[in-house]
């Protein structure tokens, strides 16, 4: 149930929808709060690449206001 929430998986019958969105729309993610059970990066990629990847699939950027948010700007060219 779980991946076709995530849109991993096609329901075989019925339809599935996330507060009347389909799962695959961009706007439906936007509500969900999915995280997977193995959520480990490769030791080689840097927070930067991490944050930019996470933040990707939200279909958002990272940007000097979420650098903020989260206490990095002082430290952001440490990270690269």
């Known amino acids: 149930f779980m991946s076709m929430i995530g849109n991993l998986r096609r329901p075989t019958e019925g339809r599935l929808l996330i507060a009347g969105l389909s799962p695959d729309s961009a706007e439906a993610r936007l509500n969900l709060g999915l995280t997977p059970q193995d959520s480990s990066f490769p030791k080689t990629m840097r927070v930067h690449e991490v944050l ?22 002082e430290i952001w060219h440490n990270l690269k």
């Open 52 to 73: 930019s990847f996470v933040l990707a699939q939200y279909g958002r950027e990272l940007d000097l206001s979420l650098k903020e948010a989260l206490g990095l700007e």
